[in-house]
Nanobody
Framework: QVQLVESGGGLVQAGGSLRLSCAAS????????MGWYRQAPGKQRELVAD???????NYAESVKGRFTISRDNAKNTVYMQMNSLKPEDTAVYYC???????????????WGQGTQVTVSS
């Protein structure tokens, strides 16, 4: 019912920047919280940042001050500006959206396909 399309990943040198985007489309009443997770080889998937519909955000300590999450509710899109990238930021980044499908607020989680971010030293 909901498809998330991610874009913006790529190869960048340490200290560089990338901007990720994730747009939700399909059948839903609205999108609740959205967020970005990442998974590096041999490591567990971890929360990078998330954001509510009202704009309240949360960041992992490792990216605080370097990454900024934002969203455009009219476009059902979440963004993440990543600055001062480090090699340890290398991972597949996944978008998560909680879609509201019922008038009483029931939600279901949807994941994007993942976009590779590689930071070279």
């Amino acid at each position: 019912q909901v498809q998330l399309v991610e874009s913006g990943g790529g190869l960048v040198q340490a200290g560089g920047s990338l901007r990720l985007s994730c747009a939700a489309s399909g059948r839903f009443l609205s999108i609740d919280a959205m967020g970005w997770y990442r998974q590096a080889p041999g490591k567990q998937r971890e929360l990078v940042a998330d954001i509510t519909t009202r704009g309240s955000s949360n960041y992992a300590e490792s990216v605080k001050g370097r990454f900024t999450i934002s969203r455009d509710n009219a476009k059902n899109t979440v963004y993440m500006q990543m600055n001062s990238l480090k090699p340890e930021d290398t991972a597949v980044y996944y978008c998560l959206a909680k879609a509201i499908h019922t008038t009483w607020g029931g939600t279901k989680d949807y994941w994007g396909q993942g976009t590779q971010v590689t930071v070279s030293s």
